[in-house]
């Protein structure tokens, strides 16, 4: 083995950027076979050195250095801040200071990776001081945290979720020889006796590698001082692991166990232990009022929110605990079938506080919902979805009482209509955000009225005018209702409209005229929008970032050379706008070099010409959607990607020109790349082998 000694060991690279191109060659490679020792390994003239991420470095725990694995190349910096024979960083500050620094980049893991690579101080102070780690619950879970809690001593912030790739633990930890036992142990006095499966046959071999109660037991172990956890779709945990860390994350505020099978006793030994202000139980379908109520009685004062759904056992008994223990909270989100009137207006009364709540409860009727206008005057957000059981005189109520509501979305609410709309617009003075879906009796008069009632609020201090107005599925409001939006909500800043199919360019025109601050528009299937609205607005919104016009036909390129001239776009998505050719997406590409995510598929007559012109103008481009382009070849990517060198998401699928050629430039022209979605017929083998973690193939076999 070679140790590298001073900087003439550095064959030079780039003499302008002080970057270096290390070239080790020793035998056959292995994990143990070659070593790379940072600054503080290497001679009195070497400067500190700087390994990045790319050169596919692990830490060795035992002896603070680093193993180079599947590659003998690696390029290294000499840092800013170092001269040679000197090390100005690590000699004149002290380590609170440079730990100070570290705690400023924490919120990036890619920083601290980099951070941790320097030299052996700065990678001791990344384990004591980083606080937060992402990891998926698959794999080989177990041991991947009991790595991590050893390594990293200072966490406060894990975030575990089943759903992240396998490949993601990988990099941490090599596949395991043998499979884990199919059969799950659980506690016996756990409580969860309900939640044990007769028969383990019909368990899946991902199952069998989820996080388990000894995992968690782990990380309870080693993360004393933990605040926030997240476990999201956990199968094999169950009240043993929770018991677990309530017994020694006594500092626990955030629990999030969105589909995991735990039971009532782990849930109650959280309540005794843990002053929780944050839990979040979505599809927990073990647990029962008991646990909630247990829970409720025990840290009920500190909760501030809490959100229930898909939970078969939950019941009304479990929000009159609530509405008893919880005089605090803040924030409810519930989607049951099994709460009633009773339970609503129990919290309504026991929780003046509550500033937020969210609802999917096809069982609540007009009495709960006055309830809520009578006795929750500080609520700011008030979501209804499918809602069929209530009517205008319970959102009456709401508008009548709750003067603070910021924040409206009703969704799929069948008996709403304009009148109750206007008692919002009238009673409501403060409201922000207004999304109305698939609520078929609001037509054009109800939306008028929240536009009429914006002037208002400029005579009132402290108070700001609509500023966020969605309109999905809405096909009975016509132009007069944007008119009067255009006129009184000067400030709006997103416009979201879906199958509005009598909204026209006249409509829009006006909201461009009249709301010069738009940041956002979206427009979907508006099959009235054309050329001459998409014009106004690249004309009139010279703040406009995010465009969508998917499959508005009638949009064509004149409209997006506008766009190109007039509006700073980040994000466009012109997808089924068959109209748009090589002409409107050039505009684009050179008008908008902040670009950043596109969407251009479905578009018929785009060729390589246009590829070539976002290659050339859009270099911080970071996702491109180019599925069902049929145009478009290899020699169109090849240029694209020589360019665009900073593209993490390509989606191409059903673009018969491009082959297995154009899909390896792609993954050889973009470093940065994290997902291709293509057809795996086109992938080469050699393409599988080389990008296997970052291929996403379309499922063509149903």
Known sequence: MRKITSCSEFPLFDSASNWFLVVIEEGPLDEDSI???????????????SILPEAKLRPDSAQNNFSLHRSTRCLCRTPYFSMRGADLINTKLPEDIVASIFLRIAGSKSDCDAFSLVCRRWLAIDRSFRATIRIGGSGRADDVISLLVRRFSGLRN??????????????????????????????????????????VAGESEFEQFCLTDVGLSSLA????????????????????????????????????????YIGDQGLIAIGQNCKLQDLNLKFCEGLTDT?????????????????????????????????????????????????????????????????????????ITDEALEAVG?????????????????????????????????????????????????????????LKRLEINGCHHIETFGVENIGKSCPYVHVLKDVDELLDLALLYCPRIRNSALHEISRGCLHLQALDLVDCSNIDDDALCSIAKGCRNLKKLHIRRCYQVGDHGVISVGENCVSLTDLSLRFCD???DEALIAIGQGCPLQNLNVSGCHQITNAGITAIARGCPGLICLDISVLQNLKDIALAELGEGCPILKEIVLSHCRQITDAGLAHLV????????????????VTSSGIATVISGCPSLKKLLVEKGKVSERSKRRASTILSYLCVDL
Not at 227 to 250: D, F, M, R, V, Y
């Open 35 to 49: 070593k790379i020792f940072t600054s503080d390994r290497v001679g009195s003239s070497a400067p500190a050195v």
């Open 158 to 199: 894990v975030y575990i979720d089943e759903r992240l790739p396998v490949s993601s633990v990988h990099q941490i930890l090599p596949y395991p020889s043998r499979p884990r036992s199919k059969r799950r142990r659980v506690n016996s006095s756990s409580g969860d006796h309900h939640l044990i499966k007769s028969s």
């Open 221 to 260: 172990n080693g993360c004393q001082a933990l605040q926030n956890l997240c476990l999201i779709w956990c199968p094999n945990l169950t009240s043993s692991g929770l018991n677990s860390i309530a017994e020694n994350c006594k500092f626990l505020k955030s629990l999030d166990l969105q589909g995991c």
């Open 291 to 363: 646990g909630l109520v247990g829970l409720a009685r025990h840290c009920g004062r500190s909760l501030k929110s809490l959100g229930i759904a898909a939970c078969a056992w939950i019941t009304d008994v479990t929000l009159e605990a609530v509405a008893f223990h919880c005089s605090s909270l803040e924030t409810l989100s519930l989607d049951s079938e099994l709460v009633m009137n009773k339970g609503l207006i129990s919290v309504a009364q026991g929780c003046r506080a509550l500033k937020g709540l969210k609802l999917q409860c096809i069982n």
């Open 374 to 430: 009578s006795f929750c005057s500080s609520l700011e957000l008030l979501a209804l979805y499918s809602f069929q059981r209530f009517t205008d005189r319970g959102l009456s109520a709401v508008g009548n009482g709750c003067k603070n509501l910021r924040d409206l979305t009703l969704s799929d609410c069948y008996y709403i209509s304009d009148i109750s709309l206007e008692s919002v617009a009238r009673g409501c003075p403060k």
């Open 554 to 556: 009638r949009v064509g």
């Open 642 to 657: 020589k360019g665009c060198t900073r593209l993490e998401t390509c989606h191409m699928v059903y673009c018969p020109s």
